[in-house]
């Protein structure tokens, strides 16, 4: 154990594309955990697309950080010294509140106790984590699956979407994936099952492509990422669609203002749905969620990939890597 703390602070609100220079990286003393609270090593540390949104002046489902506050994150992390009923020296948890920092003292009771029997303890921010909580909720509940039917997933190749194609395939549909990089569209379509992936940076008229590989239509769409894959996945809904709107990451970094939705006539016709969701509020089955996901990670139906950066110090190069489609599966930065 050491005696100093390094911390991301946020200098400064991005505009545009996030830089490393919008972080500084300092040195704090170790903090004691009061009552009810544990000391936490952190061991991997999770950078999530929702970070952009915390860095804007703006108030959403959390007030944004502020300038000078370690930047938001959760975190997988080792009990260090334990003021709190049920937890020791050497449980591994997940803190979500954790922050861009080696150690952190926080109450016990925002923690979620982590089984390294299970799985790597890494999986507890990725596929046995918010990521694969959100493509579980997302996949199920907003997008109703049927056995029989085309799903198509974007942003396929990252943490939610690898893992909600998968579910699609786990539940009898045809599973379609879109990302950027010709190496993930064979992870999808290789190792992950996926029945086909585009590549949406070679595939020229991405309505054209998309409508080859879903020949009666898209009955399920599982958006992560908006602007043209998702105006050419509305073009080819099927009769009673439904669009799980999940993330919009390819205007997240965006500085002009946004036009749109203009495609919504499309839906008439074909009376389909576009919803909005939020993990957080299927907290009351996430048990249930968790331990469906954790049965098919077992019985290898449902597999992952993480890129793991080393160091807290690349902790902003990771986040802005992840940004631009650096990653294949989910993106950690590995701590202790
Ligand atoms: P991720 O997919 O692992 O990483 C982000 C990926 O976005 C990159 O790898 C990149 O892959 C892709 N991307 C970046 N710019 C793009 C663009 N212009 N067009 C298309 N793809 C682009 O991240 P994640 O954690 O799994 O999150 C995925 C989405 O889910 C995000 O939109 C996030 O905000 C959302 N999310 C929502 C909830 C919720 O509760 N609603 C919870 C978690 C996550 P390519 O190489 O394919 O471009
Ligand atoms: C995310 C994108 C957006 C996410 C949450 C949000 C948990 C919430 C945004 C808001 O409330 O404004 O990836 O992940």
Not at 111 to 132: K, N
Not at 159 to 186: L, N, P, W, Y
Request: proline fraction near 5%.
């Amino acid at each position: 154990v050491s005696d100093s703390n390094r911390r991301w602070l946020v200098r400064r609100r991005p505009e545009g594309w996030p830089e490393v220079d919008d972080f500084e990286l300092v040195e704090a003393p170790i903090e004691a955990p009061g009552e009810g609270q544990v000391l936490l090593r952190n061991l991997y540390l999770s950078v999530d697309p929702y970070m952009r949104g915390r860095l804007r002046d703006r108030d959403s489902y959390a007030p944004p950080v502020g300038i000078g506050d370690v930047m938001v994150g959760s975190a997988v992390a080792e009990v260090v010294e334990s003021r709190a009923a049920g937890l020791a020296a050497g449980d591994v948890v997940e803190s979500p509140t954790f922050g861009w920092q080696e150690y952190a003292a926080v109450d016990a009771a925002g923690l979620r106790r982590v089984d390294p029997e299970l799985a790597p303890v890494s999986t507890a921010l990725g596929v046995l984590g918010m990521p694969g909580l959100t493509a579980y909720f997302g996949m199920l509940d907003v997008c109703e699956l049927r056995p029989g039917t085309t799903a198509v997933v974007s942003g396929a190749a990252g943490a939610v979407g690898s893992t909600a194609g998968q579910i699609a395939r786990i539940h009898g549909c045809r599973a379609v994936g879109v990302a950027g990089s010709d190496e993930k569209v064979d992870w999808l379509t290789g190792e992950l099952g996926f029945d086909a992936a585009i590549n949406y940076k070679t595939a020229g008229s991405l309505t054209r492509a998309l409508a080859a590989v879903c020949p009666v239509g898209i009955d399920a769409y599982f958006d992560n990422v908006g602007g043209p894959i998702t105006d050419a996945a509305i073009r080819l809904l099927a009769l009673r669609g439904r669009v799980a709107i999940c993330g919009q990451i390819s205007i997240y970094n965006a500085t002009e203002a946004q036009t749109g939705p203009r495609l919504l006539w499309e839906l008439v016709a074909r009376r389909a749905r576009i919803e909005g969701f939020l993990i957080f509020d299927y907290r009351d089955r996430y048990r249930e969620g968790l331990e469906k996901l954790g049965g098919w990670v077992r019985s290898g139906e449902l597999r992952y990939r993480e890129t793991v950066v080393d160091g807290i110090e690349r902790t902003p190069e990771a986040f802005i890597s992840m940004m631009r489609g650096g990653n294949i599966g989910k993106m950690l930065v590995k701590v202790g």
